[in-house]
């Protein structure tokens, strides 16, 4: 068998810097533990605009398209705010994430005990917390036609239509099962079945698919009623899928739970390729913090986690992306912090890569 192959594509800002560690991770899994995997790298966003005048050129789409992972730093940056829209660096994201069609928005919300009470709920709600959110990202109220500002007697109207075909409710659910069957085995479907007709279609559709893992639980909750749970009690949610709309909202209120934007990882999923894998986009949530960029204020830690979520669920390495996961925690518990995840605390930061060679010292 041919090693399994990844993209590398650092970007702009910070991203080139989280990702220096996060190659070093992947050396060390090659090394160590005899994963080794076929790496190749390019340019994406404004360096690739700085480069080739285009921020993600074919070749690189090429390339996306035929790895089985693609790991992604960050895009953009004040130097290319004024650019033309269709050359900017966030263009080459969203062309990847089109043409590669990812429909399936990971975003987990961990909660690593050390940071517990960095969090705005108390500690015994978030500590321990482990949930993943799958947010439907390709169709939806963002996409459905009719939309628009349109006028209507002496005023103007603006249009946004929900639309759900069972074929898209379908394919978001089955990549929802095949996670819960890697996970504890439990998903919670959201929507709004009682004011929504896509909601009453979505249900439907997801109990369904249900019927092929008779393993998963599987619950229905309203995405209001949802909201307020994951607040309330976190911890009883494992799975969740829901659409593009609540996905947003709910993927963001879970992911705070848990503390800074330089912590969280995300997966972006297609459909599988003939290998069985997904297509697979993996990146932080943090964009490319110009602000920060070029001083060691970084932290690599969601960049790095991302690529535990590839070892997860591209490689079939649950096993090794736990090893990292607790590597991380092992740093987090011994104190080391980067500046975002300081707060008040009267703490001496360290710096990307010290918090990289922690990391690789704890693994
Ligand atoms: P984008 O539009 O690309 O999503 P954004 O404007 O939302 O970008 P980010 O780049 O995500 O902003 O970051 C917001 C702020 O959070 C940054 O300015 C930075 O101070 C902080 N931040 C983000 N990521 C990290 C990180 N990995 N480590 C430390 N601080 C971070
Ligand atoms: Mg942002």
């Given at each position: 068998?041919?090693?399994?192959?990844?993209?590398?594509?650092?970007?702009?800002?910070?991203?080139?810097?989280?990702?220096?560690?996060?190659?070093?991770?992947?050396?060390?899994?090659?090394?160590?533990?005899?994963?080794?995997?076929?790496?190749?790298?390019?340019?994406?966003?404004?360096?690739?605009?700085?480069?080739?005048?285009t921020p993600l050129t074919d070749a690189t789409m090429d390339k996306a398209q035929a790895v089985d992972a693609?790991?992604?730093?960050?895009?953009?940056?004040?130097?290319?705010?004024?650019?033309?829209?269709?050359?900017?660096?966030?263009?080459?994201?969203?062309?990847?994430?089109?043409?590669?069609?990812?429909?399936?928005?990971?975003?987990?919300?961990?909660?690593?005990?050390?940071?517990?009470?960095?969090?705005?709920?108390?500690?015994?709600?978030?500590?321990g917390l482990?949930?993943?959110?799958?947010?439907?990202?390709?169709?939806?109220?963002?996409?459905?036609?009719?939309?628009?500002?349109?006028?209507?007697?002496?005023?103007?109207?603006?249009?946004n239509t929900q639309r759900y075909s069972e074929s898209e409710i379908e394919r978001v659910a089955r990549s929802a099962f095949e996670l819960a069957m890697k996970r504890d085995k439990k998903l919670c479907s959201m929507e709004k079945a009682n004011v929504m007709e896509s909601g009453v279609l979505w249900r439907e559709v997801v109990t369904r698919v249900g019927a092929d893992y008779p393993e998963v639980e599987l619950s229905h909750m309203y995405a209001d009623a949802g909201a307020m749970q994951l607040t309330r009690w976190p911890k009883q949610f494992d799975v969740i899928v829901t659409?593009?709309?609540?996905?947003?909202?709910?993927?963001?209120?879970?992911?705070?739970?848990?503390?800074?934007?330089g912590m969280l990882p995300s997966a972006s999923l297609g459909l599988p390729m003939a290998n069985g894998r997904p297509k697979a986009l993996y990146e932080p949530v943090h964009g490319s913090a110009p602000d920060i960029a070029g001083q060691g204020k970084a932290n690599p830690i969601a960049c790095i986690l991302s690529f535990a979520m590839a070892l997860r669920y591209s490689f079939d390495q649950g096993e090794e992306a736990a090893r990292l996961e607790r590597a991380v925690e092992a740093v987090l518990a011994q104190g080391l912090r980067t500046p975002d995840l300081l707060g008040e605390e009267n703490r001496a930061p360290v710096t990307t890569s010290e918090m990289g060679d922690a990391i690789l010292a704890a693994l």
């Open positions: 068998m041919p090693n399994p192959s990844l993209l590398i594509l650092p970007g702009d800002g910070i991203g080139p810097e989280v990702m220096t560690e996060v190659r070093r991770v992947v050396s060390w899994f090659g090394d160590k533990r005899g994963l080794n995997f076929d790496v190749s790298e390019d340019l994406v966003g404004g360096a690739a605009y700085d480069a080739h005048g693609v790991l992604l730093g960050a895009v953009g940056g004040t130097k290319y705010d004024n650019l033309d829209f269709s050359v900017k660096p966030e263009r080459g994201l969203l062309r990847l994430r089109k043409e590669m069609d990812l429909f399936a928005n990971l975003r987990p919300a961990q909660c690593f005990d050390a940071l517990a009470d960095f969090s705005s709920l108390k500690r015994d709600v978030v500590a482990d949930i993943m959110i799958v947010r439907e990202l390709t169709s939806g109220i963002y996409f459905g036609e009719p939309r628009g500002i349109i006028e209507e007697g002496n005023e103007r109207v603006g249009i659409d593009n709309l609540f996905g947003d909202m709910l993927s963001d209120l879970a992911a705070m739970l848990t503390g800074s934007l």
